[in-house]
């Protein structure tokens, strides 16, 4: 099993910047690709960014340019840099993991909210 906590969700004007950090505990050597979603009311879950084991890295189009995801392995720690923030991205972000055989594991979520 894999343990997710968030942190460093908050409230932030229209074009600032916020760091968000996921801690994974537990199986950590099984995890393979680590990921941001968010879900806004009314809306379904969507991803955000994913990184792989390797590094490899995705976006989704709305985020590209503005968001970086990263992943500290000695540290058991993803990241998600978020510049130039919009009122669009408001949303309760959730990390992701997704183990080699296929178990997935959720965070409680961190509230992002980008007042206009």
């Known amino acids: 099993q894999v343990q997710l906590v968030e942190s460093g969700g908050g409230l932030v004007q229209s074009g600032g910047s916020l760091r968000l950090s996921c801690a994974a505990s537990?199986?950590?050597?099984?995890?393979?690709?680590m990921a941001w979603y968010r879900q806004a009311p009314g809306n379904q879950r969507e991803l955000v960014a994913a990184?792989?084991?390797?590094?490899?890295?995705s976006y989704a189009n709305s985020v590209k340019g503005r968001f970086t995801i990263s992943r500290d392995n000695a540290k058991n720690t993803v990241y998600l840099q978020m510049n130039s923030l919009k009122p669009e991205d408001t949303a309760v972000y959730y990390c992701?993991?997704?183990?080699?055989?296929?178990?997935?594991?959720w965070g409680r979520g961190t509230q992002v909210t980008v007042s206009s």
């Open positions: 992701n993991a997704d183990t080699y055989n296929l178990n997935r594991s």
């Open positions: 537990g199986s950590i050597f099984s995890i393979n690709v």
């Open positions: 990184i792989t084991a390797g590094g490899g890295t």
